[in-house]
């Protein structure tokens, strides 16, 4: 009996370092028997993709500093920024509007003053806002990345996930387990 492919299966998510997409086949519909003739041909295909650079449609903060509200951190402004009080774990969650595949997030600190405070930074892609107080840690979705700092003046931090993650809610924490006591979250973009 010769063998016979099975449908090809899904796309795989959009590789952010290559570029490309795959999807495998298997050999096995019917599987070769008794002398039969493997498949002919591939049973993975590629193709190119294009990753798709996303703004988010609303900001939030766990805590608003007075005149540093969370959508300074989404108008595209470098010389604004977004900045909570001072609390355990403090965050910032950005709303994409729906769920999308994120594959890495980009993350501009402040510059000037008190940029070495960006630190313990977790960032987490979930479907839901964080419910806690910021006296508690967010543990919804899927860590996307950890950045340990701290952050440098006016560095353009570039967290590339793993695997890409699918949600709809980017949340950036601090979290320092308390070490640190309380702890700003600011940051520009």
């Known amino acids: 009996v010769n063998g016979g492919w099975t449908s090809w299966g899904a796309w795989s998510s959009c590789d952010s370092k290559t570029g490309k997409k795959k999807r495998v086949r298997n050999c096995k519909s019917p599987s070769p028997l008794n002398g039969g003739a493997q498949c002919p041909g591939n049973s993975q295909d590629v193709a190119s993709c294009q990753l798709v650079k996303l703004q988010a449609d609303s900001a939030i903060l766990s805590s608003t500093y007075p005149g540093c509200p969370a959508t300074n951190c989404i108008n595209g402004n470098t010389g604004d920024l977004c900045h909570t009080n001072q609390e355990k774990y403090p965050w910032l969650a950005l ?10 997030v980009t993350i501009y600190n402040r510059a ?43 560095e353009v931090i570039e967290m ?23 702890d700003f979250l600011n940051l520009v973009k």
Do not use: Q, W
């Not at 979930?126 to 701290?150: I, Q």
């Not at 590339?160 to 070490?179: F, T, W």
């Open 112 to 154: 000037v003053s008190c940029y070495e405070r960006l630190k313990d930074l977790e960032i987490r892609i979930s479907d839901n806002l964080p419910t806690t107080p910021a006296t508690a840690s967010f543990k919804g979705g899927a860590k996307l990345r950890f950045f340990e700092g701290p952050g440098k003046n006016g």
């Open 160 to 182: 590339v996930a793993e695997k890409p993650i699918a949600g709809r809610y980017v949340v950036l924490m601090n979290n320092s387990k308390g070490r640190h006591g309380a």
């Open 95 to 104: 709303d994409l509007g729906k769920s999308v595949t994120v594959s890495s």
